[in-house]
């Protein structure tokens, strides 16, 4: 497997810290619950993306670039830290983000992104994301310059082989501390980059617990569909042989609601229960709703009592700054 020697730019403190829930854990009656804290990796306040970075930088460094160019919406977590890792390397950064109109307001994620000095392009069609990148990349090539281009979230085969890495520091932090963990909840979009690498990073380790994603947009048939073609592209690209099929991506599609990026009540409700219980942020976009189907699934017996849950926190905290009268309408 080609994993251990793959190239990465320093970027995260890693192991992140798992810790367990117990205030929240005592107060749903069991099962034990376990954070896995990917919030606290450390760049420009921490989340998933900074793994995955790690392998991309690296990556687009190999290339020569001179310029990274990345896409998302406009309080896209993803950016912030790419534009983030961009300046520990020394890199020039344009963000293309979509936004419901050309003067978005500056707020969190998207005014960190203006303190890292990125480049934003605003966009109102998020359809049209990838060929604005490629439009900004043709201008600077023809200024000689090198761009490099990163797909949304960093979900490609290089950005989800962080997600097989953390598999196995995941594995060695439950073998250190003892404990056998039945299930690891997190977020699943499609493409779900962190999503995908997990599902393969659990095949691969031969880890007890089954891989439950909870879908923040796309339907299940989607997330299925390209999750499972993202890891088996992700497991080539590793050298790995080992093929998933639409069946080992387990979603569930309940708790999305209106669609991306819309809090729905049982997800401003886990983000109040999580401040006043563990003393942690989740977001309204990706956790919250995540935290919210893992507390229904409990809710409805679905996880036995003597079990242990992984809840993976992939940070977000910093969007909460751009939705602070609907978070306040929900305590
Ligand atoms: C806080 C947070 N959680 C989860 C995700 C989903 O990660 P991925 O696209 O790598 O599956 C994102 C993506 O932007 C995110 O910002």
């Given at each position: 497997m080609r994993l251990p020697g793959l190239p990465r730019f320093p970027l995260a403190q890693l192991p992140t810290p798992l810790v367990p829930a117990k205030n929240l854990t005592a107060l749903l009656g069991g099962p034990q619950i376990l954070i896995k804290?990917?919030?606290?990796?450390?760049?420009?306040?921490?989340?998933?993306?900074t793994r995955k970075l790690e392998y991309l930088i690296a990556d687009a460094q190999s290339r020569g670039a001179t310029h990274v160019i990345t896409m998302g919406s406009v309080q896209s977590n993803h950016c912030r830290q790419t534009a983030a890792a961009c300046r520990l390397a020394g890199l020039n950064c344009v963000l293309v983000l979509n936004a419901p109109?050309?003067?978005?307001?500056?707020?969190?994620n998207f005014l960190l992104d203006h303190m890292l000095g990125a480049e934003p392009r605003i966009i109102?069609?998020?359809?049209?994301r990838m060929a604005e990148a490629e439009k900004v990349a043709e201008e600077l090539t023809s200024q000689g310059h090198v761009p490099y281009i990163i797909p949304t979230g960093g979900s490609n085969p290089i950005g989800s082989s962080a997600y097989v890495a953390f598999s196995y520091e995941l594995m060695n932090q439950l073998i250190e501390q003892g404990i056998n963990a039945t299930r690891l909840y997190a977020a699943a979009g499609g493409p779900g980059g962190t999503h995908a690498g997990l599902c393969l990073g659990q095949k691969v380790t031969n880890a007890p617990w089954k891989v439950q994603g909870i879908s923040t947009e796309d339907p299940e048939d989607n997330i299925r569909r390209i999750n499972s073609t993202l890891a088996n592209e992700t497991a080539s690209y590793l050298g790995l042989d080992l093929r998933l099929g639409e069946d080992d991506i387990h979603v569930d599609?309940?708790?999305?609601?209106?669609?991306?990026?819309?809090?729905?009540d049982e997800c401003l409700e886990a983000i109040k229960l999580l401040a006043q219980t563990e003393g942690l942020f989740l977001d309204p976009v990706y956790t919250g709703k995540t935290m919210a189907g893992l507390i229904d699934h409990i809710r409805k017996g679905?996880?036995?009592?003597d079990e242990t849950v992984i809840f993976l926190?992939?940070?977000?905290?910093?969007?909460?700054f751009a939705e602070p009268k609907t978070i306040l309408s929900a305590l």
């Open positions: 804290r990917d919030d606290l990796t450390g760049l420009a306040l921490g989340g998933n993306k109109n050309d003067d978005p307001e500056i707020q969190g109102q069609d998020k359809s049209r599609v309940g708790y999305t609601g209106a669609g991306y990026g819309v809090p729905t679905e996880i036995g009592e926190h992939t940070g977000g905290a910093p969007s909460l």
